[in-house]
């Protein structure tokens, strides 16, 4: 954070370590507050922001982050993928808090690059098995009826690394392929029932104008449940990567189903076995078979602070803890932490709006005595499911996989606050 | 919308009214879809986004709105303020929708420009009538337990100029003074029992760090109450232009006491009389005298779209209408809708997160019949408040007032489906 070349900036150290503010520890454990030090310039000096006019309202119509928070960026991983384009990058949620993700930090994941679409060239078929097929322009759409939800959409291969152990230092990019925003759209079921969904129409084809066509199959139950054909997130319109003009929105299910620029909607009587069902987004079980339809994303949690990228430094004493969880089965009902790796487990504090598949924020307070710790969390949601061990689910499923990693995130605190990711048994 | 410039953008005049798409209107009043055209070349030809990679993940590490979007900005009126540095944009209400304003669009208000703070030299001072005097720094704020809660935040002076009539022609500017997010940020009375306030103190002084150096008392019973410290918006940092590193959030209050750049509480037995709460932020009544401490935010709507700068362009049938309503005393329980200028009243549909002073979005779809319309909104909150009639208001508090206007807005609608802002008694 120290900038050299800034001259304004008053160095950091030299006023907590120099003893300018007296260092004078209040009484109580939970005292952060220093008592007032009548030697620090940055009380008893008129600042430069103080003294001088800052910039007025003109030079920037659509806001951007202050320059001190340059380094708070989406990331991509280069060895991870063969190139940029179907690539990936990860939500920064170490320097993140609430549940909102704001639209300019939601992850990318990319099979064809990002489509550049004039919204008024952009069309959505519906067509199949159908009374009448039909196509929108994004005009038609905005007069049907809308809705808007605050969901999670987490890319099946978050935490994908972790199968097969501890890799990527920092939750950024063990859990970053996630983000929560609050969607505008019309319901799917409004859309069919326009169209007319014939008897035999159990299934629905889901399909993209990108360059990699993206096609993925949604069983009619889920089509008519909760689904939206979304063209709002956070109040404004969708941004590029994430399907500008239009997407759907799956909730709770993998992000992969969440088909942006989505241009056509086709019914039919079975599942189409696309590329993206079967090849991928499927799990290698250890007899070589494959999980087949694995759409739910299961009861997950991660601490994002203290974690690799965000270290203890301000050493012993009143710390906060917090994390997210969240499920593709509802509401979290609870979130469980321990500092000794599951020695003993503290029931942490939940925080916020608890929205169904939603991401939901929870804390735990403590004083940290500068010792070791094995910083775990474990989610479990208003169905009863509990997030399992990541030895739990290898029992099951092998070491094979790619996705549905819903593990339980293990954080390794030294006695000088740094922080790394460790599997312990 | 329709760019010459762009040869690969498809007129859409040719389409909708050249009868390519064949124009067939389904049955149903509700029917917005198309029956399918086999000559359409945007579904029967492949498109270049469809045909070509697109651009990969790493080029804009935080990202930025469609270049479509280029037209949802915040927006000044130059003729409003004398100049830039203390002045006012505006948010896009009429371009937005759900309740989150995403943090490059949230209006912002200046009386000494922005001022630009390095956090680890900020610096907050709580003093006056406490135990123990104290200084803290953002590393040390961090260290309390904190909260995440949404809350609208509204300019006192918001739709300050339509106290003299009908005078600005969009939403933008009759109400764009008005934005809400999820805050996070330490309870202010938990800052206040760290220092210990003394028996005597009743007010608190919340002091910028800004050239302006904004300056408001607060009442402890609010302080103690619902009050936030917080530093965090939407999930990331605040903007610099909403008080960077630090501000006060103040639920349901008038904007103004929401101190940015916080840097000094100070705990007294009276109110401090400052220019901002004794010149300013008082609205003069006809008999000369001024209302004093005029804090809440009265329950208030308004017509988002239509509205004069989202006027109706698809002609007759179904209409989204749609808007926000908002009240510093809770959450709205109704909101009524009129198409003839309060001749006859419909309930609009309540959609979202209900949140205690927080922005809620109405619904209110209708079939329009091409005649003109005198559009009106009417909230009513949990506590049974009403907004009141511009007449009404004026019947009470005259028309010398800049601040606290919650009174119906009026939009009429032509039979081309322009709009305008006026006034009806």
Redesign the interface.
Known sequence: ???PE?P???G?RS??KGGL?GGVA?AGA????????AG?P??TEV?D??????????AN?????????AH?????VPWLTS???????FTPLH????????????F???H????????????L???GLVD??????M????????????YFLECAANSGMEWRGAQLNGCQFTHGMLHC????GVPLRT?LA??GVKTEGRWLLAEG???S?MTRSIPMEKALDDCLVAF?M????????QG??LRLVVPGWEGNMWVK?LRRLEVGDKPWQQREETSKYTDLLPDGKSRRFTWAMDVKSVITNPSPQAPI??GK????LSGLAWSGQGTIKRVDVTLDGGRNWHTA?L???S?PKALH?F?Y?FDWDGSELFLQSRAIDEQGFIQPTKDQLRSVRGSNSIYHNNGIQTWYVNKDGGIENVEIS
Chains 1, 2 share one sequence.
């Open positions: 954070m120290e900038n800034n304004k900036q008053v950091r006023f907590l503010m209040l939970a005292t952060a507050g220093k008592a007032m030090a620090d940055l009380i600042q922001w103080n003294r001088y006019l800052g910039d007025g309202v003109d119509p659509y806001g951007t982050p202050s320059q001190f928070e708070v960026v989406r990331k991509n190139d940029a384009i179907s690539s990936i990058n320097a993140l808090d609430g549940i909102i993700t704001p639209n300019g930090l939601c990318e994941r990319h064809g690059g990002v489509a550049v679409i004039e919204p008024t060239a952009h069309r078929m519906i067509n009448k097929p039909l196509v929108f322009t005009d038609d759409l905005k007069r049907f009826p809308r809705e808007n939800k605050v925003v609050m969607y505008t859309i326009e169209a104008a990108d360059a066509a709002g956070n109040g404004e319109a969708l941004r590029a990567e500008y003009p620029w430094k301000h004493g009143p710390l906060v504090r925080d916020g709006p929205l924020r804390y307070e």
